[in-house]
Nanobody, 120 residues
Framework: QVQLVESGGGLVQAGGSLRLSCTAS????????LGWFRQAPGKEREFVAR????????TYADSVKGRFTISRDNDKNMVFLQMNSLLPEATAVYYC?????????????WGQGTQVTVSS
């Protein structure tokens, strides 16, 4: 019932920044935490960050802590991922996710993904 659409991916040089956006639509969106996962070629999908819709609690994967920032705009039903100091290993398809509780690689709803490529 929840639809998620990502945007903002692209090509960036190492050390640069990108800002990903995700727009959510559907009923009772305040019931859902929103987050981001990523999947690099040949690797499993991994958790990146999540933010609670109601209380605003935030969790980051250790690999991105201090460089990525997740935020939300409840009025616009959007979640963002600001990615700074990007490294080539951050190259992946990034997926927006929504669920009452987002843990590990599990989520109820997924966006189609947006490609992020970091060149050296």
């Amino acid at each position: 019932q929840v639809q998620l659409v990502e945007s903002g991916g692209g090509l960036v040089q190492a050390g640069g920044s990108l800002r990903l956006s995700c727009t959510a639509s559907g009923p009772d969106l305040r019931r859902y935490s929103l987050g981001w996962f990523r999947q690099a070629p040949g690797k499993e999908r991994e958790f990146v960050a999540r933010i609670g819709w109601r209380i605003g609690s935030i969790t980051y994967a250790d690999s991105v802590k201090g460089r990525f920032t997740i935020s939300r705009d409840n009025d616009k039903n959007m979640v963002f991922l600001q990615m700074n100091s990007l490294l080539p290993e951050a190259t992946a398809v990034y997926y927006c996710a929504a669920a009452p509780v987002i843990v590990s690689s599990h989520s109820d709803y997924w966006g189609q993904g947006t490609q992020v490529t970091v060149s050296s």
